[in-house]
């Protein structure tokens, strides 16, 4: 048992060590500049993701409505899981709609919208990434394996690549979201002006 305790820990640790790779770098340091533009500028960000990437979805919106590391103003991020919402647009239009039709009722030019997707197959964001490049928005997305479907659609991606399942690609994915938020922080409320 413990050497399948330690081969688990071995590959959390090579899933942590992909923010090191350049591409993950140049993925964190532009979303979080494009966040801190987005909100500087009184835009919002809209996060959706289905399963455990809407989670991931909820949790890295709470960290900027609430605080992260120290008391600052809220910032506005709205994770598209209202269930009223999902299950009335899931019934009358199918699940492929549910978040194109969030980004459709929320987003406004100047926002962000931000797909996360271990797969980068799940329809429901590909609508969503597409509603939101015709409202004007820049899209992020946080994928995993080949990067799918998705891969190349949206403005800023990074693949978390060489993992058969979702967990240890979530891992990397929430260290990375902790890490934008830290820069987006640091942007807007611990940096002077120049």
Known sequence: MKNEILKSVEEAIRAASALKEPHALHFIETAAEWISDSLRNKGKLLIAGNGGSLCDAMHFAEELTGQFRSFRPALPAIALVDPGHLTCVANDMGFESVFSRGV??????GDLFVAMTTSGNSMNLIAAANAAKQKGLKT???LGKTGGKMKGLCDLEWI???FPFSDRIQEAHMAAIHIVIERVEHELFYTAPT
């Open 104 to 109: 459709e009722a929320l987003g406004q030019p």
């Open 140 to 142: 992020i997305a946080f």
């Open 160 to 162: 978390v690549s060489g």
